[in-house]
């Protein structure tokens, strides 16, 4: 699954390069500049927000020289050895290395309860924003020990842990922002997205009170934990946040922060994080992106949910969001570049978290511990106008708060895999469409 999530990351960020190239060829005379990135033929983008003007006044380098916005300095060099005992300054609970049986086991709660896991997604994360919405105002929301989340499940996740008082902090994060809040189409020398509006949204949206609240939880034996990958270990982190969040003070509040742009920094497409750690007397950063390179949710480390293993979840039931839609959808696919991996990523994406739920029953089998899946339903078709379109995430938060108030919220199974696609009498053509 890691070389699953590594391949659709890739491919991801090669689509990117291909809309941006598509939509506004660069000049051979000036530093190229693009528009959104939008289907042509689709309705007119968001305006774009303007990047603050930078403090720094020197004059601007001669026409022929390198763009120095395109450069950076060496790294600081660290060894494999520093990296492994590489701790956060002051914050030693911080985090722990998500192949770490031993510190997983340490960080858990004393006492099990029900778990939530939350998985990537992008904008379809408002899909799992209206459900635990929905299920807040059925009464069906219990008070979970245990929050996980990866990519857009890692924005959600503090709203959540923090308790249906943020309902609405959940509901506005996922349907009253647009692309311009997310990302600026530029090249940074690291990606080919800058994602500075996404950092600035983040700075808005977890404030100290949050933070305080997040503690409160922490300390009363609640665990919330969000997964980045560590590029140069190539080892996937997990972030104890409610830990980070007791600590207190200004530096928690940025780690806090800089842990979830990370988590979501799709390499290539969005500019990592780097993490300041000390290990051995050394001072370096380490270079973070998005949780979903190693898998699109978290549930315990991998060796321990290998089907060959006896390792028993200590939970009472298992509750698992999917924030991505599962069944095929029939559409014919442009000659293009940038039409052919769009396939590519829906059908990558599915395929590794179909067979991380498969994976995931089993361990709560042998468990004896109750499996719950909730995906996006089958009949939601609202058109999307691209990237975090707000009336498509509004429409998708409506359709995940209303399974959230129904009897029936969540599934006992995982999905049923989709058979042959029906074909549609009506069409003169007889093109065969997904079945719904």
């Known amino acids: 699954m890691t070389l699953q999530a590594r391949w659709y990351v890739g491919i991801v960020a090669a689509l990117v390069a291909a809309t941006i190239m598509r939509a506004e060829p660069p000049s051979a005379a000036a530093q190229p500049t693009y528009g959104p990135i939008t ?5 007119a983008p968001a305006p774009r927000k303007v990047r603050p003007a930078a403090k720094n006044t020197a004059p601007k380098p001669a026409a022929a020289a390198p763009n120095p916005a395109l450069q950076f300095p060496p790294r600081e060099h660290f060894t494999a050895a520093d990296e492994a005992t590489a701790a956060i300054a002051g914050m030693p609970d911080a985090r722990f290395f998500a192949d770490s049986t031993a510190d997983f086991t340490d960080a858990l709660p004393a006492q099990p ?10 904008s379809d994360g408002a899909f799992g924003a209206g459900l635990l919405n929905g299920l807040s105002a059925s009464g069906q929301r219990p008070d979970y020990s245990v929050v996980t989340g990866v990519s857009t499940g890692a924005l959600m996740a503090p709203f959540i842990f923090a308790g249906p008082r943020y309902d609405d902090a959940l509901r506005n994060a996922f349907t009253k922002v647009s692309s ?14 800058d994602t500075w509006p996404l950092k600035d949204t983040i700075a808005k949206q977890i404030t100290p009170a949050l933070l305080s609240d997040i503690a409160a939880e922490h300390n009363r034996g609640r665990r919330l934990f969000v997964v980045t990958m560590d590029l140069d270990a190539e080892r996937s982190v997990v972030w104890n946040m409610g830990a980070i969040a007791a600590h207190g003070g200004k530096d928690a509040l940025e780690l806090f922060r800089n842990v979830l742009l990370a988590s ?7 500019p990592p994080v780097l993490i300041a750690v000390e290990a051995n007397g050394k001072r370096f950063h380490e270079m973070h992106v998005d949780g979903g390179v190693g898998g699109q949710f978290f549930v315990a480390p991998a060796a321990l949910m290998a089907s060959t293993g006896d390792y028993r979840v200590p939970a009472t039931q298992l509750y698992i969001v999917i924030n991505t839609g599962l069944q095929p959808d029939f559409e014919i696919v442009d000659r293009s570049l940038g039409g052919i991996l769009t396939e590519a990523v829906g059908i990558a994406v599915k395929t590794d978290t179909r067979l991380m739920i498969d994976r995931t029953f089993l361990v709560a089998k042998r ?3 109750g499996f719950n899946v909730a995906t996006i339903p089958q009949s939601f078709n609202a058109p999307s106008q691209g990237a975090f379109d707000s009336n498509y995430m509004t429409a998708l938060f409506q359709a995940g708060y209303q399974l959230g108030q129904s009897a029936t919220p969540f599934s006992s199974e995982p999905p049923p895999y989709p058979g042959p696609p029906a074909i549609d009498a009506s069409d003169n053509d007889k093109t065969p469409t997904a079945t719904k």
Do not use: K
């Open 39 to 43: 289907e042509p033929s689709r309705s």
């Open 113 to 122: 309860g029900p778990w939530l896991i939350l998985s990537s997604g992008g």
């Open 264 to 270: 979501t920094a799709i390499p290539g497409g969005f």
């Open 180 to 193: 311009a809040d997310i990302f600026e189409v530029r090249l940074t020398g690291e990606s080919l997205l």
């Open 367 to 369: 468990s004896n511990v």
